[in-house]
Every structure is written in structure tokens, then in C-alpha cells.
């Protein structure tokens, strides 16, 4: 394989790389805020639940059992709820650190291939300089021979 067809390869891949770290890029923001979302949800119902004052639960008519049963059901269903946003937080804290790995593997992976890039392309610039100097040179050459014996 020629230099310029590795290039022109390389170059692809490279770019095929590059759209791959920017969709992990954006499938890791999306996630991260995400988590963000569900933090925020699960201060709100834990605040919700602080709030809720322990104590006698009375209407105009003195102590209500009815009315005190449904609360301590309310606070047990928050409870359950906390508790499922907590588990569902903690997977998608997880899920957001493998996404980071990916994303930081495939940036590294990008940078790698981006660096080889640079010296092949480096490479057949050279390469491109040294055939243009022997062209001239070549041609300096003919001209001098041509003066030189007429």
C-alpha cells in the first residue's frame, strides 16, 4: 500500500473515531444529566418526607384514626418510593461511569490514530519535497548540460 493510499485511510479512520468520541460525548451528557434529574428528584421526595411532622392528626372533630392511617401509609409509600429512586440512581451512577470509560477509551484511541495520522502525513510531505527537488534538480541539470554543450 502506498504512502498516499494509507494516508487517505488513515485519514477515514480517523474521522470515523472522531464521530464515535462525539456521540459517547453526547450519550454521556444526556446521562450524566440524567443523574443530575434523579438527585434532584430524590432531595425533593426526602424534603417532602422530613417535612411531614410526626404527630397527632386531628380535624375539626378532635383525632382522626381514618385520617392518621392514610398518613402513615402516604409516609410508608414515600418511604418505598426514596428508596426505588435510590436504587435506580445508583444504576444509572454506574451506568454513566461505564460511558465514561468508553468514551475516555475511545478519545484516547482517537488520539492515538490522530498522532499517526499527523506523521504519515508528515511522511508523504517529505516525500512529496524530495521528488520535487530531484525533479528540479533534474532540470537544472539538463538546462546546465544544454549551455554547457550546445
Known sequence: MTIE???TSLARLVALRGREVDRLSLDLAGKRAQCERQRHTLARMENLKDSMEPGIVADARGYNPALALNRADYQVVLQDLIEMQRATL???ETDVAESHDAFSHAAIKHKSLDTVLQRKQQ????AHAVREQKRQDQMATQA???QAHP
Open 5 to 7: 493510499r494509507t494516508v
Open 90 to 92: 445508583v444504576r444509572h
Open 123 to 126: 511522511m508523504l510531505q517529505q
Open 144 to 146: 546546465w548540460l544544454r
